[in-house]
């Protein structure tokens, strides 16, 4: 659902494979999430990063209204 909404709304976005991305799966545990989908959003900056669990269309709007894409 995510992904389609980020579609819907002409978000670019990156997607990681978890099984096939060790690295990435121990960093989004490092991060305490026992499952996926994990959105994890950076402006550029490692300190400036949000992240949550799942589908959260309150956070994907405040994200794109916030960079300027529309919501």
Not at 40 to 62: A, N, Q
């Amino acid at each position: 659902m995510t992904k389609s909404w980020l579609d819907k709304n002409n978000v670019t976005y990156k997607t990681v494979d978890l099984s096939e991305d060790p690295q990435a799966l121990a960093a989004v545990k490092g991060l305490g999430y026992m499952g996926a989908p994990v959105v994890i959003v950076s402006r550029g900056d490692t300190r400036d990063e949000s992240h949550w669990y799942g589908f959260r269309v309150d956070l994907l709007k405040e994200f794109c209204v916030s960079e300027g894409a529309a919501a």
